[in-house]
């Protein structure tokens, strides 16, 4: 079984330049989660997509952070402008559903890398 | 949400077991417990969760307290690559999974 997929690994940009990164959850997982993970820190959650509808998003600063997950399956978080408190790793997740409940069984990517210099 | 409380850093001889403590005294009744470990440059990854009894699975022992106020997670014979960061998390019933700045592990030869 192929796992969360996630590019670029690495990236350098300067403050106020743009970056993308891309995330291809396991086949078949309904749920997303993006999260952010600085150096010294635990994960923290920015989004999560339930299908292509957002479930929380209430850590994503959304002045200059953006997702989309469009046809529900990979999905796109976008920064503009970057600042330099935004390196960090961005570490895309994704898990199956038991009825109406995600597990809590998430399956993680090895993450973006972003630099801002 | 119910919050949990771990050491920052434990270590252990390779071979023994390794014992990993976490408080989540304000957990309600159906609440999980999950643990997930990081090794450096990786993402999380899942080991074990649990509700009230005590679970096994190939990778580690989950043992939580009668009164759930506490759990111990248990890998019986620690190699060096289980040095990692080892999180315990409370799922609220909304699946927000949250992580804290877990249990630094370090396996000693």
């Known amino acids: 079984e192929a796992g969360v997929a996630q590019s670029p690994r690495y990236k350098i940009i300067e403050k106020r330049q743009s970056v993308a990164f891309w995330c291809n959850p396991i086949?078949?997982?309904?749920?997303l989660y993006w999260y952010q993970q600085i150096l010294g820190q635990g994960p923290k959650l920015l989004i999560q997509?339930?299908?292509?509808?957002?479930?929380?998003d209430s850590q994503l600063p959304k002045d200059r952070f953006s997702a989309e997950r469009l046809k529900g399956v990979d999905s796109t978080l976008k920064i503009q402008p970057a600042k330099l408190e935004d390196s960090a790793v961005y570490l895309c997740?994704?898990?199956?559903?038991?009825?109406?409940?995600?597990?809590?069984?998430?399956?993680f990517g090895e993450g973006s890398r972003l630099t801002v210099l | 949400d119910a919050k949990t409380t771990q050491p920052p850093s434990m270590d252990c001889a390779e071979g023994r077991a390794a014992n990993l403590p976490c408080n989540h005294s304000?957990?309600?009744?159906?609440?999980?417990v999950y643990w997930y470990r990081q090794i450096h440059s990786q993402g999380p990854q899942y080991i074990i969760h649990?509700?009230?009894n005590n679970e096994t699975n190939e990778m580690a022992s989950l043992i939580i307290t009668e009164d759930r106020k506490s759990s111990t997670l248990i890998l019986p014979h620690a190699t060096l690559r289980d040095t990692a960061v080892y999180y315990c998390?409370?799922?609220?019933?909304?699946?927000?999974?949250?992580f804290g700045t877990g249990t630094k592990l370090q396996v000693i030869p």
């Open positions: 086949s078949g997982h309904a749920t």
């Open positions: 997509f339930q299908n292509n509808g957002v479930v929380d």
């Open positions: 649990g509700l009230k």
């Open positions: 997740a994704s898990s199956s559903r038991q009825g109406k409940t995600n597990t809590g069984e998430l399956f």
């Open positions: 998390i409370v799922l609220p019933g909304y699946q927000k999974v949250t």
């Open positions: 304000t957990i309600s009744g159906n609440e999980y």
